[in-house]
Structures are given as C-alpha cells and as structure tokens.
C-alpha cells in the first residue's frame, strides 16, 4: 500500500499577480539545497484520517499558523517518483513567511554517531510568484502549481 500525504497549497494574488507558499524542509540534509527542494505544507496520514483534515493539522504543525477559512480547493492527487499519493487543497490566505514556526523531529545526526539531534521540519516558508516557484517546487509536486494557476485563471475569467 503507497504511503498516503495531504498538504495545503495557499495562494493569494498581489497587484494581480499569484504566489504561493511554500515549505523548505529541515534537517541536515536539506540545508544547502534550494531549487527542486521546496514543498507545499504537508504530511502522512492514515486511510483511517480524512485526507483534508490532514492537510489542516499538518499545516498548523509545519507552519505555526492556521489554515486560512476560506473555501479549498482540491486538486488532483500526484503520484510521487516514491510512489506516495500526495492529496492537496488550494485555499486563498496571506500571512507574514517570515514568521513560519515548525514543530520538530528527531534524528541520529551524523549518521552512525549515536547521538540524537532536534530539527525542524520546516525552517522557512517563502511567497514566491508562480515562475520562481516552478524552480523551487520538488518535480513532484509541480503538476499542483500548474493546476492551480488553471483554476486561478478560470475563476477570474
């Protein structure tokens, strides 16, 4: 049975121009990546959770904020090069990145050292327009921006 994710993709419009919010994760080893490496908030859930609840508590967790109130809506599910099922819902928001506070994990780090160390799953969050963020999204996960900028289109025509 593949892994199963739900994330929230907020997104709001500045001077008419979208942008999304996205995730770098925590850890040592993604560190020094960048381009390919961000992610909407998300996280792993069971087939006993709704997958969109999952997508909320996960958001809250990685990000310290609460989801926005307004109406989502969900996209099409991504199969992962992992092969996990990633569900998403895109909702409208807007609120300070720079603020992004992350609950922790732990990890033996280094590896084989015997000693466990505290890190972030999310160390920051960033707005990005909807061309840079096809450099910073993992492939993955970048069929959710092309959708939402179809959705985003249809809904202002």
């Known amino acids: 049975m593949a892994k199963l994710s739900a ?3 907020v997104y709001r419009l500045n001077s008419g121009k979208l942008e999304v919010f996205l995730a770098h994760p925590g850890g040592p080893y993604w560190k020094n990546k960048d381009n390919g490496s961000w992610s909407i908030p998300k996280g792993e859930y069971t087939q006993n959770e709704e997958a969109l609840h999952a997508a909320l508590r996960e958001f809250r ?3 310290g ?3 926005p109130s307004g109406a989502t809506l969900e996209l099409t599910a991504l199969k992962q090069p992992s092969g996990k099922v990633i569900s998403a819902w895109a909702v409208e928001g807007n609120f300070d990145a720079g603020k992004t506070s992350s609950n922790m994990f732990s990890m033996e ?3 084989e050292s015997g000693r466990m160390q505290e890190f972030p799953e999310v160390d920051r969050g960033e707005w990005f327009g909807i061309e840079t963020a096809r450099t910073k999204i993992l492939k993955g996960q970048y069929g959710f921006l092309e959708e939402l900028e179809r959705l985003v289109k ?3 025509t």
Do not use: Q, V
């Open 109 to 111: 780090w280094p590896p």
């Open 7 to 9: 994330g929230l993709l």
């Open 154 to 156: 249809d809904r202002a």
């Open 61 to 63: 967790e990685e990000t």
């Open 65 to 67: 904020f609460e989801p």
